[in-house]
C-alpha cells in the first residue's frame, strides 16, 4: 500500500496551464480507470474533481482535465484562477479492493 | 443533497478506544461502498477503510488492520469506526465519504470530519 507519487509543489500564474501527475503501479493507476482528483482548501473538507480518470462530476469547471498513460495519471488545470491555489490529490482503487492516496501537490498561483 | 456528518471525536489516551459515527442524508444510504479516510496535522490524506454496500465485503490499511474495524447501519443511514488500541500516530481529522459504486471505486461526497487527538 505504497502512497502514489506527486510532485510537493506546482506553480502557475493566472491564465497559464499546469499539469499535476500522478504515479502508481500497475497494480493500481496503471491497472484500472478509477483514479480520481480532489482539490482541499486548508481546514476544509476535499472536493471531487475528476473521477474514472477524465471525467468531471456536475459543477466542476471544464478548466479541469484528467488523463491516464501507463502508470501515470495527470490532473491538468487551463486558465489558471487565483482561487484554484489549492492542495490536490490524486487517488486510485487497487488490486486489494481498497484505495491509495497521493501524497499531494500544493499549487501556488503566482 | 448528500450529506455526511462525522462525530465521536475527541481526545483519548494511548491504547484506549474510540467510536466514530457518520450519519448519510440525501441519497440511498445501502446502495453505496463508504470509506474513511484520515488527516493528521499537515499531512496529506491517508486512506482508512472501506465498506462495501451491503456490508458485507471490508478492507483496511495496513496502518490500522487488526485495531479499527468499519461497521455500518442500513436502517439508520450510518457508518461507524469502532477505534481500539489507539495510538499516537493516529491523531489525525477522520472524514467519512461517499463511494460513487457499491464496491470501491473512490470517494465523491465527504463529511466536513472529526477530530481525534491521541494523548497522554
Known amino acids: 500500500q505504497s502512497a502514489l507519487t506527486q510532485p510537493a509543489s506546482v506553480s502557475g500564474s493566472p491564465g497559464q496551464s499546469i499539469t499535476i501527475s500522478c504515479t502508481g503501479t500497475?497494480?493500481?493507476?496503471?491497472?484500472?480507470?478509477?483514479v480520481s482528483w480532489y482539490q482541499q482548501y486548508p481546514g476544509k473538507a476535499p472536493k471531487l474533481m475528476i473521477y474514472n480518470v477524465s471525467l468531471r462530476p456536475s459543477g466542476v469547471s471544464n478548466r479541469f482535465s484528467g488523463s491516464k498513460s501507463g502508470n501515470t495519471a495527470s490532473l491538468t488545470i487551463s486558465g489558471l484562477q487565483v482561487e484554484d491555489e489549492a492542495d490536490y490529490y490524486c487517488s486510485s482503487y487497487t488490486s486489494s479492493n481498497t484505495q491509495v492516496f497521493g501524497g499531494g501537490t500544493k499549487l501556488t498561483v503566482l | 443533497q448528500v450529506q455526511l456528518v462525522e462525530s465521536g471525536g475527541g481526545v483519548v489516551q494511548p491504547g484506549r478506544s474510540l467510536r466514530l459515527s457518520c450519519v448519510a442524508s440525501g441519497f440511498t444510504f445501502s446502495s453505496n461502498a463508504m470509506h474513511w479516510v484520515r488527516q493528521a496535522p499537515g499531512k496529506g490524506l491517508e486512506w482508512v477503510a472501506v465498506l462495501w454496500f451491503d456490508g458485507r465485503n471490508k478492507y483496511y490499511a495496513d496502518s490500522v488492520r487488526g485495531r479499527f474495524t468499519i461497521s455500518r447501519d442500513n436502517s439508520e443511514n450510518t457508518l461507524y469506526l469502532q477505534m481500539n488500541s489507539l495510538r499516537i500516530e493516529d491523531t489525525a481529522v477522520y472524514y467519512c465519504?461517499?463511494?460513487?459504486?457499491?464496491?470501491?471505486?473512490?470517494?465523491?461526497?465527504w463529511g466536513q470530519g472529526t477530530l481525534v487527538t491521541v494523548s497522554s
Open positions: 465519504a461517499r463511494d460513487y459504486c457499491p464496491s470501491t471505486c473512490g470517494g465523491d461526497y
Open positions: 500497475t497494480s493500481d493507476v496503471g491497472g484500472y480507470n478509477y
